[in-house]
């Protein structure tokens, strides 16, 4: 099946996403949803990068604003680009890469 790209699509209501790791497939693709610490609204893919597990399965969780992968250990930010993982305990980002 095919879906528009680029366009807006209600995901879930704003009372689902809490402090829980929270997934919904939308056009196909699971998106994980969490609320930061300060309350806002947070959403990624809801995969590992390594071996795509899903994240929003137990034993994955959060640490803070921080979602570790219970499998792996890889932890993503909430601006996802900010990651580590076990090997690697500093993003790419704090190293100035």
């Known amino acids: 099946m095919s879906f528009v790209r680029n366009q807006w699509y209600v995901a879930a209501y704003g ?3 809490g402090r829980e790791l929270f997934s919904r497939t939308v056009c196909g693709e699971s998106i994980l949803f969490w609320r930061t610490e ?7 893919a809801d ?3 390594h ?3 899903p994240l929003s399965e137990k034993p994955s969780h959060l640490v803070g604003d921080t979602v570790v992968c219970g499998y792996h250990g890889f932890t993503y930010g909430p601006t996802v680009a900010a990651w580590r993982s076990p090997a690697r305990p ?3 980002e704090r190293r100035g890469w």
């Open 90 to 92: 500093v993003s790419p």
């Open 15 to 17: 009372t689902e996403v």
């Open 47 to 49: 995969r590992c990068v």
């Open 51 to 53: 071996r795509r597990f």
């Open 38 to 44: 300060a309350g806002e609204i947070t959403a990624m």
